[in-house]
Antibody, heavy 120, light 108 residues
C-alpha cells in the first residue's frame, strides 16, 4: 500500500523558514516524480513544485520560484520542501503527492497534509 | 497559464440522482484532464485521468468525458459517500499544472 506521510509544518513568522518532509513507502520511490500541492484554508488546490525521479529536474509555481526548493533523497525514500522568506499567503495545508505512472502529470496518491501557518 | 473554470460552484442533489460537473479550459488541452474528489479534512483522491480513464478502485458510477476545452464529470446514482468537493486538473501544459476552483456536491 502506498503511503505518504508529511511532517514539518507549524507556525512561523513572516520572513521565516521551514522545511517539510514526506516519507514515502509502498512503492519504488526512486522511480516516480513527486510533487507538493497546497491548499489555503477553505480554498482550492494550488500546485507548488515537482521533482523528476531520475534527472532530479525541478519545476516551481511562479508564486514560490526563488523562495522554495524541492529535493529528494532516494536512499531515504523522502521528499523535501525547503521554504524560505515565507509570506502570509503561503499559509496552507501542504500535500505531498506521487505523480502517476500513467501518462500525464496527475497525482494518484496523496499524503494527509501538513499545515503551515505564517503569521506574526 | 491555462485557467480552469468549473461549473457550477455548488450543486444540491439527492441520493440516487445523476450529477454532472463541467470543467472548461482557457485553451485546448486535448484530453489531458484529471478529476479528484476531496472530503472535508482529507486529501484529494484521484477519480479520472486522461479525461475518461477510471482510476483503479474508483466505482463505475463515476465517469468522465470531453476533449479540447470542455469536459464533464458525471456521477450516476449518487451515493451518500459521494457528497464532497470535486476538482478538475489540466496536465497538458506542464509546468504549471492548474486546478479548477472546485464544485461542492451537497445534500438536498
Amino acid at each position: 500500500e502506498v503511503q505518504l506521510l508529511e511532517s514539518g509544518g507549524g507556525l512561523v513568522q513572516p520572513g521565516g523558514s521551514l522545511r517539510l518532509s514526506c516519507a514515502a513507502s509502498g512503492f519504488t520511490f526512486s522511480s516516480y516524480a513527486m510533487s507538493w500541492v497546497r491548499q489555503a484554508p477553505g480554498k482550492g488546490l494550488e500546485w507548488v513544485s515537482t521533482i523528476r525521479c531520475c534527472t532530479g529536474r525541478t519545476y516551481y509555481a511562479d508564486s514560490v520560484e526563488g523562495r522554495f526548493t524541492i529535493s529528494r533523497d532516494n536512499s531515504k525514500n523522502t521528499l523535501y520542501l525547503q521554504m524560505n522568506t515565507l509570506r502570509a499567503e503561503d499559509t496552507a495545508i501542504y500535500f505531498c503527492a506521487k505523480v502517476s505512472d500513467s501518462s500525464g502529470w496527475h497525482f494518484d496518491h496523496w499524503g494527509q497534509g501538513t499545515l503551515v501557518s505564517v503569521s506574526s | 497559464d491555462i485557467q480552469m473554470t468549473q461549473s457550477p460552484s455548488s450543486v444540491s442533489a439527492s441520493v440516487g440522482d445523476r450529477v454532472t460537473i463541467t470543467c472548461r479550459a482557457s485553451q485546448d488541452i486535448s484530453g489531458w484532464l484529471a478529476w479528484y474528489q476531496q472530503k472535508p479534512g482529507k486529501a484529494p483522491n484521484l477519480l479520472i485521468y486522461a479525461a475518461s480513464s477510471l482510476q483503479s478502485g474508483v466505482p463505475s458510477r463515476f465517469s468522465g468525458s470531453g476533449s479540447g476545452t470542455d469536459f464533464t464529470l458525471t456521477i450516476s446514482n449518487l451515493q451518500p459517500e459521494d457528497f464532497a468537493t470535486y476538482f478538475c486538473q489540466q496536465t497538458n501544459s506542464f509546468p504549471p499544472t492548474t486546478f479548477g476552483q472546485g464544485t461542492k456536491v451537497e445534500i438536498k
